[in-house]
């Protein structure tokens, strides 16, 4: 949100997070026994792909680009019925970025 704001004067100050992980199945992650609170794939998924997308591009960035359409479908699913994230509003600046 800071940076959004233009309070953060480079995207690349900001952390890249795996956005991409968002596509993989929640079994996976219990599986794993990675716990994983409510608002947190919304939020990785939104600063994930904001910071991505804003940020120096890396040899990774062609490979990354292919993940967004589907971790914005899983932002999609996720999104309750009355339109709101209320555990994560990084999620609602996203589509005003990409």
């Not at 910071?51 to 292919?66: A, N, Q």
Request: glycine share 8%; net charge positive.
């Amino acid at each position: 949100m800071c940076a959004l704001a233009g309070v953060i004067d480079s995207w690349n100050r900001i952390p890249r997070l795996p956005f991409e992980l968002s596509v993989l199945s929640q079994r996976l992650f219990r599986f794993l026994n990675l716990p994983v609170v409510s608002y947190a794939i919304p939020a990785l998924i939104a600063v994930g792909i904001v910071r991505h997308r804003k940020g120096d591009k890396t040899i990774l960035h062609p490979l990354r680009e292919v993940f967004i359409g589907s971790s914005l479908r899983v932002l999609g699913k996720l999104q309750p019925p009355n339109g709101g994230y209320l555990e994560a509003a990084p999620s609602l600046r996203l589509f005003l970025c990409v």
